[in-house]
């Protein structure tokens, strides 16, 4: 029970998302950043048309996800709510705002976030639309964004936050220290040999196809084994697959002390006949901001040691500019509550028929 608990935790953290914004190639992203000029009239995700007359000065970040990434580009002193808990506290500064969620710290209070009576609360695409509805009715301007399936479209929506909360020089500092590190990986691994990887999360759930997990393993030069096994989204993959197709690597998060994969796994397959098991921080792992970066780094370098020494690394994998803790203590974000609910619900499903 404890381990299912854990998947559904990582389940949730991956609904997390940002929107998928208009991106090019790694190189020129910043000297194409709109100008930071008011009013900006933008459309979010679910086709709401939103005006923004002045920039604002107060904002609700209802997702952890969407504070780390209000924090990298410098726009952390006009954050007036957002969920205080164990998965924001590794921002500098994480308990100075109000605390817009209920004592589990994931479910908003949409009471809160009316009494802050913020200029702009950013909030995921798949949010309760009757919590929507709500605030809307209050007069709060809501931007929804867009579920994220690559480290692009991350990149794609520091530049939207940015626009939208009046922080164009953050935001493009931000891509710069991207593309950077990200052009180094992809120089890196480039006509290189690609391993074979099994993202692990435990009961024997792994990340599929079209996943945001499976982007950031090929971004970092691996080929996702459960996508080639025609596993779709986030799904149980079972240990006869996983011996038969062999997959060089075996990754999992950090919320394991061990690999949660059977021991016939580990003594039937390379990765585990050659110890090519690794350890990844959950954090940077599965959140989508600016620092799955850093997962990226971790990983190319895992994959190919060799060629990513000599390409050399562009920073020195250090954290960005946003606060976020220097051990890499960086907390999941998380969904809100229809995909709570959901989640919940297929953890009772998958208790029951075991």
Not at 218 to 224: D, V
Not at 312 to 330: L, R
């Amino acid at each position: 029970m404890r381990t299912l608990l854990t998947v559904l935790a990582a389940l949730l953290v991956l609904t997390s998302t940002f929107g998928a914004g208009a991106v090019g190639g790694h190189a020129g992203v910043a000297a194409a950043q709109p100008a930071c000029e008011f009013p900006v009239d933008v459309t979010d995700a679910t086709g709401e048309e939103i005006t923004l007359e002045e920039e604002p000065e107060r904002i609700v970040a209802m997702q952890p996800s969407d504070a780390q990434t209000l924090w990298e580009i410098g726009a952390r002193e006009k954050v007036v709510g957002m969920p205080v808990s164990q998965y924001t506290e590794y921002l500098e500064g994480y308990d100075e705002p109000t605390d817009i969620t209920a004592d589990d710290g994931v479910t908003v209070n949409t009471e809160e976030v009316i009494e802050l009576d913020p200029d702009l609360a950013l909030a995921s695409a798949v949010a309760d639309e009757e919590q929507v509805e709500q605030l809307r009715d209050a007069g709060i301007t809501v931007y929804q964004v867009q579920d994220a399936t690559s480290v692009d479209d991350v990149r794609g929506n520091v530049e939207t936050y940015g626009q939208l909360t009046g922080e164009c020089a953050g935001a493009a500092e931000t891509i710069d220290w991207m593309d950077e590190e990200l052009g180094a990986i992809e120089n890196a691994v480039e006509g290189e040999d690609r391993p074979t990887v099994l993202f692990a999360m435990g009961d024997g759930y792994t990340a599929g196809q079209g996943t945001f997990i499976e982007d950031v393993i090929e971004t970092a030069g691996g080929e996702n084994l459960a996508s080639a096994a025609g596993i779709e989204f986030y799904g149980q993959i079972s240990e006869e697959v996983v011996v038969s197709e062999d997959p060089d690597w075996i990754v999992y998060p950090d919320t394991f002390e061990e690999p949660p994969v059977s021991e016939q796994v580990i003594e039937s397959t390379t990765a585990g006949q050659e110890d090519q098991i690794v350890q990844v921080d959950s954090d940077r792992m599965n959140q989508p901001g600016p620092q799955v970066v850093l997962a990226v780094q971790t990983l190319a370098e895992t994959f190919h040691p060799d060629v990513y020494a000599a390409q050399g690394d562009a920073s020195g994998q250090e954290d960005g500019d946003g606060g976020a803790s220097a051990d890499g203590e960086d907390q999941p974000g998380f969904g809100i509550v229809a995909a709570v609910a959901a989640l919940v619900a297929a953890g009772f499903l998958f208790v029951r028929r075991r």
